[in-house]
Each structure stands twice: as C-alpha cells, then as structure tokens.
C-alpha cells in the first residue's frame, strides 16, 4: 500500500480544511489509518485513528470536537475534516496505515508524504 496526502493550504483562523488520505495497492480498505502532524521542532503528534470500517475512531484531546476522520473504502481514501482551525494546528499532516502498537504512537509501518496546513491568526 502507498499513501497521498493532500488538501493542505493556508487558512485563516477559525476557518476549515479537509485533509485527503488516498492509497493505492491492495488491502487499505481492511487497515486502520492514522492522521499524526509535525510542526517545525516539535516531535511528530497523533491528531486522530479511524479503524478498517469506521466503527472506531480516536482523537487526541486538542482536536477534539474540531477534527472528523472519516473513509470511503470503495475509494481507498481516508479522510480528516478540520473545522475551528487555529494557529496551533499548524504542522505538517501525514497520514499513515499498519499500525504496530498503539494508534496512538508513531510506530506505522506504512506512511504518505505530508500536507502542510497553515493557519494565520
């Protein structure tokens, strides 16, 4: 499997994005798929988790409310609705899938390249 991540831009505070996570190759619609960011110097964070069928879904605390992943299997994509965007969700967002511990660490076997997300206060 090999991820794209788009829909990144630059926004103004308060406003809204939608992230895409789209894959390629054989399986993506059976993996969960993890949404992490990483602004500059600070360490790659979890921002959400949606499992194979959308039946689980994590966020971490500073999204919450804010942030929706969601997917479309018979699209092979994954999806991350922000909304309520501030300054400190800027970062670059990657999108990854195979998690090998929890959703919530790093530890993915298979990640996109990132979108950057800009928010201007």
């Known amino acids: 499997v090999q991820l794209q991540a788009s829909g990144g831009g630059l926004v103004q505070a308060g406003g809204s994005l939608r992230l895409s996570c789209a894959a390629s190759?054989?399986?993506?619609?059976?993996?969960?798929v993890g949404w992490f960011r990483q602004a500059p110097g600070k360490e790659r964070e979890f921002v959400s988790y949606?499992?194979?069928?959308?039946?689980?879904?994590f966020y971490a605390n500073s999204v919450k409310g804010r942030f929706t992943i969601s997917r479309d299997n018979t699209k092979n994509t994954v999806y991350l609705q922000m909304i309520n965007l501030n300054a400190d969700d800027t970062a670059t967002y990657y999108c990854?899938?195979?998690?090998?511990?929890?959703?919530?660490?790093?530890?993915?076997?298979?990640w996109g390249q990132g979108t950057q997300v800009t928010v201007s206060s």
């Open positions: 990854a899938c195979e998690p090998r511990g929890s959703v919530s660490d790093p530890g993915y076997g298979v």
């Open positions: 949606i499992n194979w069928d959308g039946g689980s879904k």
């Open positions: 190759g054989r399986g993506f619609s059976s993996r969960g």
